[in-house]
């Protein structure tokens, strides 16, 4: 990458990764942070943690680091729009005068351009230091924080290691124009919420810069200081009705090698609502039938003892979770999406031994999200409002802050309350974050967090160029040329699937 600030950004050395490799200083700088930059910045993110072995923390430190930058470039913007308005920023009276106008004028106008940034020689660089287990990453511009700046800061972050959830925060009367309200309390609760402690977050200023700094202490003990889940979703979780007794008796059947394909479909059809669901879901567009069935024993031929507990185990996930929450139909149609996709790359990735639970752990790996959506609805409501407002694509990065805990893990313990096996729980735990599952899961679990990002893609939560790329090369997906017509061929033919259907 060549060193040409004018356009683009700078990254030194330019060999980063062989730097990486050997833990010398690599930093990445720009005047904005335009796609191809930020992009770099991710690359450079994910090959520090993946030196570490602590690839699980990427979403957090992406987030804390993207906020801390785009704070950055607001300090730098605002600098130039006082110069530009002829103001002194160190006067108190021209202070007040230039932020009463700033935000309006910079951000709703775009007054402050990118030639406005070079003419002053604003820049943000983003440093990184590894040594000795230590990764320090240093946010710096050259103009430097005002004391009252700072003041608001400190206090932000003192308020944000004190709050529980960060309805708080919302509750608080805060100052966003200043560039660090919301979205820097998010970021610091994120940080916090990882384990690491508050001196490890500081900003500060030294001659004509201000450096922003999050320090990770490594440790081998991953997740250690893990967030205990919300009273709330605690005690939520707890009231979750078990299986249906019904349900488990036919599943005992399906164990039992002795039983005859009569007896099972006798069984199921005892119960009329749960054999309109079988068959619901064996001919719909997420489960992978060859043709259509249209009674019990078809289906029990068809796809057998296996796929019958898994269309069995389906149905009764839905039944307990549609008869409790509302909001579950539409997160239920993408969970199908899902499903199909992951049993499709099962297929093609040859991993035939993983059919039986990939369908099945796709189709459950968002059973947390509607918990979520239920048992908070008004945070829920305030998380998606500062997503919107700090460019944020997905809430799954921040449900820890707003929640204690993430929908992955959530998902986990409803399945674990569920009795259900090792494999199907790891994967679904695991599947936000597929580095830290354990070894003998990780196979399923990237399937199941592949099959989700492609879905995600197409609601533009993320971007091709941001899916894992150990998982990528753990199926030789070696370009994103490849991935997007890999994806091509999911969605053909999940349309094909659908229009057989109706």
């Not at 005690?235 to 599943?251: A, H, L, V, W, Y």
């Not at 998606?384 to 998902?411: A, P, W």
Request: net charge neutral.
């Amino acid at each position: 990458m060549k060193g040409d600030f004018q356009s683009h950004f700078r990254i030194y050395p330019e060999d980063y990764k062989s730097a990486i490799e050997e833990e010398r200083d690599v930093y990445l700088q720009f005047y904005f942070l335009n796609p191809d930059a930020e992009i770099a910045l991710l690359k450079i993110i994910n090959l520090y943690l993946e030196r570490c072995d602590v690839l699980y923390l990427k979403d957090m430190l992406t987030t804390v680091v993207k906020e801390l930058v785009n704070n950055a470039i607001k300090a730098n913007m605002k600098r130039a729009y006082f110069a530009d308005n002829n103001l002194d920023i160190n006067s108190a009276d021209n202070y007040a005068v230039g932020m009463r106008t700033f935000k309006s004028e910079a951000f709703e106008k775009e007054k402050i351009s990118f030639e406005e940034l070079v003419r002053y020689k604003l820049v943000v660089r983003v440093s990184f230091v590894l040594k000795n287990n230590r990764l320090a990453v240093h946010v710096i511009n050259n103009s430097p924080i005002l004391p009252q700046e700072l003041e608001k800061i400190h206090t932000i972050i003192e308020k944000a290691y004190v709050y529980s959830d960060i309805s708080q925060a919302f509750d608080d009367v805060l100052d966003d124009t200043e560039g660090a309200g919301l979205g820097l309390i998010m970021a610091v609760m994120l940080f916090k919420n990882a384990g690491f402690p508050k001196e490890s977050f500081r900003i500060t200023k030294k001659e004509n810069l201000t450096i922003a700094t999050v320090i990770l202490q490594l440790s081998t003990e991953k997740g250690k200081n893990a967030v205990p889940v919300a009273e709330e979703l605690a005690r939520e979780i707890d009231t979750i009705p078990g299986f249906p007794s019904n349900i488990k008796e036919i599943q005992m059947l399906c164990s039992n090698p002795d039983s005859k394909i009569k007896d099972i479909s006798e069984r199921i059809k005892r119960d009329p609502g749960l054999t309109t669901n079988i068959l619901k879901i064996a001919n719909s567009a997420g489960y992978m039938t060859i043709n259509r069935v249209s009674s019990i024993e078809e289906a029990v031929m068809k796809i057998g003892m296996k796929g019958i507990n898994t269309l069995l185990i389906a149905s009764a996930v839905q039944k307990v979770l549609e008869s409790r929450y509302k909001k579950f139909e539409t997160t239920w149609k993408d969970s199908y999406k899902t499903a199909f996709y992951c049993q499709r790359l099962t297929v093609k990735f040859k991993k035939h031994n993983l059919l039986e639970f990939a369908y099945l752990a796709a189709l459950l790996s968002s059973i947390g999200k509607l918990v979520i959506l239920s048992i908070k609805p008004e945070i829920s409501e305030k998380i998606k409002s500062l997503v919107g407002r700090k460019g944020i694509s997905d809430t799954g990065i921040i449900e820890e802050i707003g929640l204690g805990v993430s929908h992955s893990t959530l998902g986990a313990l409803i399945l674990r309350k569920w009795k259900f096996n090792d494999a199907l729980v790891n994967s679904i735990e695991y599947h936000t974050r597929p580095h830290m599952a354990p070894h003998q899961y990780r196979e399923l679990t990237y399937l199941v967090y592949l099959s989700n990002v492609l879905v995600d893609i197409e609601h533009t939560r993320i971007r091709y160029e941001l899916i894992d790329e150990v998982v990528l090369q753990y199926f030789h997906i070696s370009s994103k040329e490849e991935l997007i017509s890999l994806h091509e061929m999911l969605k053909m033919a999940y349309a094909v699937q659908l229009q057989e259907i109706k």
